[in-house]
């Protein structure tokens, strides 16, 4: 259907004509401004190709243009989306799941600026203080022309004044990171080698290049001797050595101790900023620690002396954020009333999207790409800006669904003020809430691709498409002989990371066993935080699949190799002919697709390379076919057509299986040669799903919100492969939210009964029937409540 909408928005509309960006088959939308639009449709059918890849990206480049063309030249403009027309794109923000970075300077409180607002409270509630008591400064950085003000050392005095309006209540030892962090020798010198047989392992260290010339050739220790053999002088000045006057090739120059250099000159560096390469070493090499200064509060010595009523910022920043917020709204004084209310204000929006359980001391860089989701969320919740289009990639991830219904407040509350929110999402609950509604298919791939149903809810009801028909489902217990008996048990005694609380837990094997609760009330921390070490397990998460820019599912799922060996044998030549990353590369890009341009001090600029046109190989090596498809060709196929391609025309069966695996897991419209960068948390964890679905020898398979991403129908097909990999003997442990999943689960371990420090007990286990039978007596759990809610 690619009539024009009916329904009308007195704002008017994103106006979307032929947009064929990925599976899209010209898709004609108007999105009303000012209103709630919620994006629906089988995983695959093409809803971020709409929303993300069309919409999002041309905000972006008109945002760019915006710009003179001499900060164009230095940003990465990204292309026009392919599409006829896109009128009435307002500035757009995306909030989407990925992981906040890992800098250890970044923590709750800093990313929602209340950390900012605080060192400002402490500053302002101290009046200079009464009874002559020296004073110690307090830097507020954001706070313009507030400068230094004084703050009182919770009523002791000192003798000299110091100030730190240089750190900024930092603590100078760690420099606000709270850790501290050194060098593992080992991945930075190679003990075994000599200078001029490239000891240094350090990226950019190599022998014959300058770096390492002014060591080999500083005069100061043997450059031609193994550093194992250097004598303890010589190994702590080429390590530690203070800065030294030498002479190198007739230039004179100071050399440093190796580890000192590295220290200033890589390890000092916010890790986000540092180049791909120096970034992996430093993964490798660095080694963290608590801050033995700071003890992990980051403040300086001043500023966890400075209290109010008794409590310092590291106090604060300890607590949970719903005490944080009580404990902020009792404060009465006239003199910060709207600094109170503003604080007040950021906390209670973090409480209401379910994050009331974390403090702002929290690391971001530990918190999951739903909370990091909700974290961002939390800073638009209260900008003043209006007129902004917003977009949600399944804002409802991580959340239970007691905590959903708070969550979709919020994005009513970001329409009210006058914005245009687009979310993507498959929560029945959120989608019933939409103004209006595009669902897209009807299938995944190229069998989607289209606009298959727009308009208001009600009428979405109604409509024969898979977001329609599976609006109302309801759920059917699992009861008596369909409800497997376990096999034994993994026993997890004294589990108390975190906020559990010193808990025993049997997990049933040779089951499905779901592990519920509401978000931070412990269920990653028990699972698979606290399962034994020694368990022959297997966690399926949605983290980043490590491999090169160039993985795809072929490469990274081993594919390639029977592939490889099929088109040789076929073609009698050699197998590595068909490797876009060995003999059968394109010479121009090296088998990349693309060139990179390093720009020196500027982000690297890619661009498709013109030989092969982005197809990464050598042409000569697309005469040989297999099955009548050249590689190329080949790549190109989707895993579902691939698995009928696999057993037909080109027989391989291995490659078959892997194909196979991935259809079952949803994942049949992938491109085999689609790069792994394209893939969401969600794909990523199905793709890993699938290669340990094969994977005789790991017996208990752990899956964290394994319905993310996905359809209700989609849901469906999971549910069936979860039971097949029970029935052929894995135990599967599974940490959701979907009531779906719940529902069809053998044995369910409930978690509460609140978040953070409320929770961390077992409050139910027992099997989904008894958990609706218990709360229909009134002794369930709030799990309980919303599973009862949802069977017939
Ligand atoms: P949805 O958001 O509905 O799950 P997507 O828009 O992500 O669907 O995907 C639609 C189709 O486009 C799928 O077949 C997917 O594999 C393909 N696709 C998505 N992103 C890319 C990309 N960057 N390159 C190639 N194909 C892509
Ligand atoms: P759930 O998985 O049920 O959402 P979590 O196990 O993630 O809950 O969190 C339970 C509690 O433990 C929360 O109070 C949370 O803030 C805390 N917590 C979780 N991970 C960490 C961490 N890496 N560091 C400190 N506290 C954590
Ligand atoms: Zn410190
Ligand atoms: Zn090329």
Redesign the pocket.
Known sequence: MTTETKTASPFGAIRVRGARENNLKNVNVDIPKHALTVFTGVSGSGKSSLVFDTVAAESERLLNETHSAFVQGFLKTPPRPDTDVLEGVTAAITVGQEPMGANPRSTVGTATDVDAMLRALFARLAQPHIGGAQAYSFNVPTVSGAGAITVNKGGRTLASKKTFTQVGGMCPRCEGRGEVSDLDLTAVVDMDKSLNDGAILVPGYKVGGWAVKQYAESGLYPADKLISSFNKRQLETFLYGEATKVKVSDINITVEGLINKIRKSILSKDPESLQPHLKAFIEKAATFAVCDVCGGTRLSEEARHSYIEGKSIADLSGM?VRELADWIDALEDPAVAPLVKNISKTLRSMVHVGLG???LS??TG?L?GGEAQRIRMVRHLNSALSDITYIFDEPTT?LHPHDVARMNQLLLDLRDKGNTVLVVEHDPETIALADHVIDMGPGAGSAGGTVIYEGDVEGLKQADTPTGRHLDDSETVKQGNDIRKPQGYIEIRDAHI???QHIDVNIPKGVLCAIT??????????IP?SLPRNLDAVIVDQSAIKGSSRSNPATWTGMLEPIRKAFAKENGVKPALFSANSEGACPNCNGAGVIRTELGFMETVTTPCEVCDGRRFDDSVLQYRLGGLNIVETLDLSAQQAAEHFAMEAKIPAARKICEALTAVGLGYLGLGQSLSTLSGGERQRLKLAVHMMDQDSSILVLDEPTTGLHMQDVRALLALMDKLVDSGKSVIV?EHNLAVMAHADWIID?GPG???D??NVVFEGTPEELVNKTEAGKGTLTGKHLAAHVR
């Open positions: 949970e359980y974390l403090s929290r690391a530990t999951s991580g975190h906020n559990l609760g509401v978000a931070g009330s412990g269920k990653s921390s028990l935080g940490v978690i978040a953070g420090s929770g961390g």
